[in-house]
Protein backbone atom coordinates (compact mmCIF):
# COMPACT_ATOMS: atom_id res chain seq x y z
CA UNK A 1 0.00 0.00 0.00
CA UNK A 2 1.08 3.52 -0.75
CA UNK A 3 1.76 6.31 1.48
CA UNK A 4 -0.61 8.77 0.60
CA UNK A 5 -0.27 12.61 2.56
CA UNK A 6 -3.28 14.39 2.92
CA UNK A 7 -2.80 18.54 3.33
CA UNK A 8 -5.04 20.02 5.61
CA UNK A 9 -6.87 22.74 3.81
CA UNK A 10 -7.44 26.04 5.67
CA UNK A 11 -11.66 27.24 6.13
CA UNK A 12 -13.00 30.08 4.46
CA UNK A 13 -13.41 30.87 8.14
CA UNK A 14 -9.47 30.83 8.87
CA UNK A 15 -8.78 32.40 5.95
CA UNK A 16 -11.20 35.82 6.67
CA UNK A 17 -9.14 35.55 10.12
CA UNK A 18 -5.76 35.87 9.05
CA UNK A 19 -6.63 38.44 5.92
CA UNK A 20 -8.06 40.87 9.05
CA UNK A 21 -5.19 40.37 11.17
CA UNK A 22 -3.05 41.73 8.28
CA UNK A 23 -4.57 44.45 7.67
CA UNK A 24 -5.04 45.48 11.06
CA UNK A 25 -0.90 44.76 11.98
CA UNK A 26 0.24 45.58 7.84
CA UNK A 27 3.90 46.34 7.55
CA UNK A 28 4.33 46.18 11.43
CA UNK A 29 4.66 42.30 12.38
CA UNK A 30 6.84 39.79 11.12
CA UNK A 31 5.46 36.21 9.90
CA UNK A 32 6.06 34.28 13.51
CA UNK A 33 4.51 37.69 15.34
CA UNK A 34 1.67 37.79 13.38
CA UNK A 35 0.89 34.20 13.90
CA UNK A 36 0.63 35.08 17.29
CA UNK A 37 -1.91 37.58 17.32
CA UNK A 38 -4.33 35.67 15.62
CA UNK A 39 -7.14 35.75 17.75
CA UNK A 40 -8.25 31.91 17.65
CA UNK A 41 -5.31 29.18 17.45
CA UNK A 42 -4.16 27.56 14.19
CA UNK A 43 -1.41 25.17 13.16
CA UNK A 44 1.61 26.84 11.89
CA UNK A 45 1.71 24.88 8.44
CA UNK A 46 -1.92 25.95 7.80
CA UNK A 47 -1.10 29.84 8.48
CA UNK A 48 1.95 28.96 5.97
CA UNK A 49 -0.57 28.12 3.60
CA UNK A 50 -3.14 30.60 4.17
CA UNK A 51 -0.14 33.19 3.61
CA UNK A 52 1.29 31.23 0.00
CA UNK A 53 -2.20 31.76 -1.37
CA UNK A 54 -2.58 35.03 -0.35
CA UNK A 55 0.64 36.18 -1.45
CA UNK A 56 -0.23 33.95 -5.07
CA UNK A 57 -3.40 36.01 -5.38
CA UNK A 58 -1.82 39.23 -5.06
CA UNK A 59 -3.42 40.49 -1.34
CA UNK A 60 -0.25 40.59 0.39
CA UNK A 61 3.80 40.81 0.14
CA UNK A 62 6.14 39.78 2.51
CA UNK A 63 9.67 41.71 2.81
CA UNK A 64 12.79 40.03 2.68
CA UNK A 65 12.58 40.70 6.49
CA UNK A 66 9.54 38.73 6.59
CA UNK A 67 7.52 41.51 7.37
CA UNK A 68 3.38 40.73 6.02
CA UNK A 69 2.37 43.59 3.83
CA UNK A 70 -1.29 43.86 2.46
CA UNK A 71 -1.86 45.54 -0.73
CA UNK A 72 -5.07 44.76 -1.84
CA UNK A 73 -6.72 47.61 -2.49
CA UNK A 74 -10.17 47.49 -4.00
CA UNK A 75 -11.25 50.63 -4.16
CA UNK A 76 -8.34 52.08 -5.55
CA UNK A 77 -8.68 49.24 -8.53
CA UNK A 78 -11.37 50.22 -9.47
CA UNK A 79 -10.10 54.18 -9.46
CA UNK A 80 -7.62 53.15 -11.77
CA UNK A 81 -9.99 51.26 -14.21
CA UNK A 82 -12.60 53.83 -14.33
CA UNK A 83 -9.18 55.94 -15.59
CA UNK A 84 -9.00 53.98 -18.28
CA UNK A 85 -5.78 52.36 -16.72
CA UNK A 86 -4.07 49.91 -19.32
CA UNK A 87 -3.16 46.61 -17.41
CA UNK A 88 -1.15 43.87 -19.49
Known sequence: ?????VMHSP?????????????KYSAEKGK???WKKLPRKM??????????YLAE???????KDGIVI???NPERIK???SEDLLVR
Not at 43 to 52: C, G, N, S
Open 1 to 5: MENVT
Open 11 to 23: TLESVLMVEKAIQ
Open 32 to 34: YQL
Open 43 to 52: MYQTYQTILD
Open 57 to 63: SGKIIID
Open 70 to 72: WTY
Open 79 to 81: RLI
